[in-house]
């Protein structure tokens, strides 16, 4: 899928500030990253699929790279654009394959206000797909980025596509931040993140990302702190 270079900028500087953002929060980061890579290798060790799709895959800092290059035969790895240095450092591996999608695919359509944009299939087809800190992203980027006005209608459909398509999976992995937690003062401001019906009876784990202590996130907040859930089927 071609994407424009207006929308390819936009991408390319909100995958830095996410990796600005782990270098300036490394400590407090660690315990969510090991937590999500530890339940994806637990979901997946005694399994026998051979491909993998890894859904919002950006840096690779939330997956076990080294237990899924042994243990698949294919590893499709999709984002919307792939940072250049991950492209460098997994070309030498045969079973890795980048793909560029759009998976809300909506994103054109929202920069050049053009409503004729439908859904669109996923253009692979693997035996596991995870989807790794994605589904927030999904609909935080259009706001964040491209300056559109909240729309409940919109981002509900856009999440409950995506979770509709995992299901249809033979085996999926679910990991997603669901509330952001803005510690102002003595106040705690609870934000949804997800605007759709979740899968809760596949949910398997919780867990609290320490996401912002510089205070430089949300202005009025000292911290911020997420709520993460994991859903396998
Ligand atoms: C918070 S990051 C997820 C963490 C990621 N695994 C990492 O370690 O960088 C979200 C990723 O989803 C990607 N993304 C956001 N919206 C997307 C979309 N509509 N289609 C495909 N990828 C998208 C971003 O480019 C980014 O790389």
Known sequence: MLISKQLRKIIEKEQTGIFNRYLQEKDNWEEHLYKTKEFIQLELE??????????????????????????????????????????????????????????????QSILEKNEQETLLDWPFQADVVISVNLLSQLVELPQDYMKLDFDLVLFAEIQSNHIHNLKKCEKFI???????HQHLGAEIRDIMLVYCEIPLCMKKKEWTWNFDNSGK?????????????AFAN
Do not use: R
């Open 174 to 180: 679910l990991i997603s931040d669901i509330i952001e």
């Open 46 to 107: 005694s399994c026998k699929y051979n491909s993998v799709a890894i859904l919002g895959s950006g840096w690779l800092l939330d997956l076990p790279m080294d237990f899924l290059i042994q243990k698949f035969e294919k590893i499709m790895l999709v984002d919307i654009v792939h940072p250049n240095a991950i492209q460098n450092k997994y070309k030498k591996y045969s079973n890795v394959e980048f793909i560029e999608f759009d998976l809300s695919a909506k994103f």
């Open 217 to 229: 996130y949300f202005d009025k907040a000292d911290k911020v702190e997420k709520t993460v859930f």
